[in-house]
């Protein structure tokens, strides 16, 4: 049995194959449509979310399978005081497979060491986000056609966007990947992300404070919110809360093929006017994660497609 809980649990090849399934899903939902018939996925959500709860939910009813869970620790026994380790024993009488999102890194780890079902990390904190970086690998591979040679702009809020620390985790692994890390003084990456993963991996990277000057360069732009919820100081946040607005002006700075990525939910930092041009790309992101969550299910419950 196999969990999600880290982008590099899977290797650079079944990253290709998830993906490869993931288009091939895009491009036949119905050849899709029964393939887990019975099967049933546990949403166990003890923070807010919309796009990755709800994903992974139309995900296994495309797939003909049932869902059940919680999309608050408030509507839980965790607000009696349940344990992470008792809620997965009971998780796995009920379901064939669980996604959990918490605010405290490390406790989808924390199940999977107790679980008798795959466990997938749907967001730990401030850590990882695996299931939002198969959906951006999926969106810049139909994009651009490849995962290698091209510069990613990171924007934004480097420090707390774990979305942004599972990115760099997983491209690192392609060649010829540089990247632009956009950020206030305060909110750049944490320390382990620029020793251990860019500098240990000798991968050419910038740290910049100026979204203009680095427009020019990018393949891709990630832009990403600044997380109100991990700050320990409300007057920091409404101080470098608009660092950042991506507005028609910044975009006429971007290379024509340009794409402009976002996990979303987006704040202020993308204008409504930039959501019109052909390179915002954060909406077409929400549909391919639908089709990544399905690859990702089908692979973990080692379903196949009928002949
Ligand atoms: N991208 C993402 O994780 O969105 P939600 O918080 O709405 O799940």
């Known amino acids: 049995m196999r969990h999600l809980l880290n982008p590099l649990d899977f290797s650079v090849e079944e990253i290709q194959n998830l993906l490869d399934l993931a288009a091939d899903i895009e491009h036949d939902l119905p050849g899709y449509a029964h393939v887990c018939d019975g099967k049933k996925i546990a949403t166990l959500f003890y ?12 995900a296994m009813l495309n797939l003909g399978g049932s869902v059940l869970g919680f999309s608050s620790a408030a509507s839980s026994s965790a607000a009696k005081g349940e344990s992470v380790s008792d809620t997965i024993r009971m998780i796995s009488c009920y379901a064939d497979i669980c996604a959990m999102r918490h605010p405290k890194e490390g406790a989808p780890l924390v199940a999977s060491l107790h679980s008798s079902i795959p466990v997938i990390n749907a967001g730990d904190g401030g850590h990882q986000h695996p299931t939002q970086t198969l959906t951006d690998l999926m969106t810049i591979r139909s994009l651009l056609g490849r ?72 393949d891709i732009l990630y832009m990403t919110r600044v997380q109100r919820e991990r700050f320990f100081n409300e007057e920091d946040y409404i101080r470098l809360k608009d660092c950042y ?50 690859a990702l299910i089908m692979t973990l419950l080692e379903v196949k497609k009928p002949c």
């Open 47 to 58: 923070e807010p979310s919309t796009r990755t709860r709800l994903s992974f939910e139309a």
């Open 147 to 218: 995962l290698d040679n091209m510069t990613v702009g990171l924007c934004g809020d480097l420090k707390f966007g774990r979305t942004v620390h599972s990115l760099i985790n997983a491209l690192v692994r392609y060649p010829n990947v540089k990247f632009v890390l956009i950020s206030p003084p305060e909110l750049r990456v944490p320390e382990y992300i620029r020793e251990d993963v860019l500098k240990a991996n000798n991968i050419p990277f910038q740290e910049v404070g100026n979204l203009d000057e680095a427009m020019p360069q990018l």
């Open 245 to 294: 607005i991506l507005d028609k002006a910044k975009m006429k700075l971007a290379k024509e093929h340009m794409f402009v990525l976002h996990p979303l939910p987006r704040v202020n930092e993308i204008s409504v006017e930039v959501d019109n041009d052909p390179r915002a790309a954060y909406f077409r992101q929400v549909q391919y994660g639908v089709y990544v969550r399905m």
